[in-house]
Every structure is written in structure tokens, then in C-alpha cells.
Nanobody
């Protein structure tokens, strides 16, 4: 079993910052990719960013480039999403997920966390 647990969400004012963490446990593989997704009420699940465990290659959507940074600590089996300059459109339930290959497609991800809520207020 692979378990992913997100943390770090909360309520912040517009322009503020949060750092989300995703701790992985169980049977994990160094060749896999970790991704962050988000889902707001009434909207589809949206890809945010992804990073390879090995090599550190990253990809993110245009809407968060320059504001969000994904990183990982392999020794701790943890990935992070540093979120700066938050705005109301960033309000969503944020999920981390694991995929056997590098992808921005939700269908590629085989394991999912339970999510952590990020709420941005004005």
C-alpha cells in the first residue's frame, strides 16, 4: 500500500503564502512522479505541478508559474508546494498524487492523498 498525506493548508489573506507538504509512506518507487492537483467546488480537478523523484524535473500550469514552486526531499519521502502571492482563484482542496511516469494527466496518477484545504480571503 502507498499512502499519501497532505498537510499545510489553511486560511490566508490574498497576497500571502502557504507551503503544502505531502508525505509518502509504504511501497514507493524512486522512478515515480509526484503531482499536485486542486479542485474547487463545482469545478473539475485541475493539475497544478509535478516533480520527478529522481532528477528533479518539474512542470506546472501557466496560472501558477512564478508563484508556486514544487520541490522534494527524497530522504524524507516528502514533496512540497510553496505557494506565494495567493489569490482568490487559488482557493481549492489540494491533493497530492503519485504516477509511474511523468505526466500532467490525472488518469496517470494511481495513488491519491485525502487533500488539504486552502482558502484565500480578501
Amino acid at each position: 500500500q502507498v499512502q499519501l498525506v497532505e498537510s499545510g493548508g489553511g486560511l490566508v489573506q490574498a497576497g500571502g503564502s502557504l507551503r503544502l507538504s505531502c508525505a509518502a509512506s509504504g511501497r514507493t518507487f524512486s522512478t515515480w512522479t509526484m503531482g499536485w492537483f486542486r479542485q474547487a467546488p463545482g469545478k473539475e480537478r485541475e493539475f497544478v505541478a509535478a516533480i520527478k523523484w529522481s532528477g528533479g524535473s518539474t512542470v506546472s500550469v501557466d496560472s501558477v508559474k512564478g508563484r508556486f514552486t514544487i520541490s522534494r526531499d527524497n530522504a524524507k519521502n516528502t514533496v512540497y508546494l510553496q505557494m506565494d502571492s495567493l489569490n482568490n482563484e487559488d482557493t481549492a482542496l489540494y491533493y497530492c498524487a503519485a504516477a509511474p511516469y511523468y505526466s500532467s494527466s490525472p488518469s496517470a496518477y494511481k495513488h491519491w492523498g485525502q487533500g488539504t484545504q486552502v482558502t484565500v480571503s480578501s
